[in-house]
């Protein structure tokens, strides 16, 4: 089945194999960033609508669970524009929750309508939420968002950290820089203070990577995302590209173990469904599931362990040239 609103898993240094869910299904945002990689924004609104249906959204779910075998790291909420602006959002993650019970969902978001205690409500429900703030300057704020009339770049950084203090879950902050816009001492004075206060989880600093919706908005260097990496790091110490952070950040809370201990027994109930239909090697496993050999055989040896499969005595070879002994499940 092809699908509308769900894309991915992509690769995500942040989350992992992330299945995005775009919760707007077309180009409607409270900001019109001049970077935004997804376009000019056609319609600039912070009023919450039902853009798309949690029963739509969760039927997509549904399907794209039916139809894959090895689940995600991650299902995150985003899409085409600001995924908060969606009034079924709550629901949609319980939705998730319920369909995928072992996979984090994270929600990236501007962080607009964090003043909006619904909107908080229903975010807390997320494991991960990736804020963006890029600029505390006013003047850079609104020449870099573009963002709707009435929302400033100071009430949005009280409303995180008033999010913050009633959300278990954990914070990455998105900055992005863009030159010449918001790269300025005063931005990073005003952030340095900001991120000592929120005390994210983890903080990335990016610039553009491609052309954005404006040609005005340019990346900055290398040179200047290493040094606010490091003026912001004093503050956090969680630092981008340093061991800190990426997969660090997981291993310290213990999810990327869990992640990878579920990808095993993914692969494992995957192994024990194909071994019932007929008896194979480690070789032809792996092939057949497209996994690696190595996994297949701690797979093999778990399931053996718990007396659930056995190696089939006076097998003839394989005639595919794969080596090892037959197992089956029967
Ligand atoms: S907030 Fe995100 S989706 Fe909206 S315009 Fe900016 S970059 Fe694009």
Known sequence: ????????????????????????????????????????????????????SAATMLGELEQWRAENEILPDCVT?????????????????RGCRRIMPEVPVAVLTNSTLLGDPAVCEELALADIVLPSLDS???????????????LSAAGIAESLVRFKAMFHGKIFLEILLAQGINDSEANLALLR?????????????????????????????????????????????????????????????????DLVERDQKAATDMIERSLRRRPQTPGQLALSLSLPLDKVESALASLERRGMIHTVENAPAAEDGTHGPFYSCQ
């Open 1 to 52: 089945m092809t699908f509308t609103y769900i894309f991915g898993p992509v690769t995500s240094s942040r989350l992992g194999r992330s299945l995005g869910l775009d919760l707007l299904g077309r180009r409607v945002c409270s900001m019109d960033c001049l970077y935004c990689e997804v376009g000019i924004t056609d319609e600039l609104t912070a009023r919450r609508d039902v853009y798309v």
């Open 193 to 257: 203070e900001f991120v000592a206060r929120l005390s994210p989880d983890r903080v990335d600093v990016t610039t553009l990577s491609r052309p954005g919706a404006y040609p005005l908005a340019k990346a900055v260097s290398a040179e200047v995302r290493r040094q606010w990496c490091s003026e912001l790091g004093s503050a956090c110490n969680r630092l981008p590209g340093t061991p800190e952070t990426s997969d660090a950040v997981f291993l310290r809370t213990g999810q990327r173990a």
């Open 77 to 93: 909420l985003g899409g085409a524009g600001e995924p908060t602006l969606n009034s079924d959002m709550g629901e949609i993650i």
């Open 136 to 150: 505390l300057v006013e003047e850079e704020f609104t020449k870099l968002n573009r963002p709707c009339g009435g």
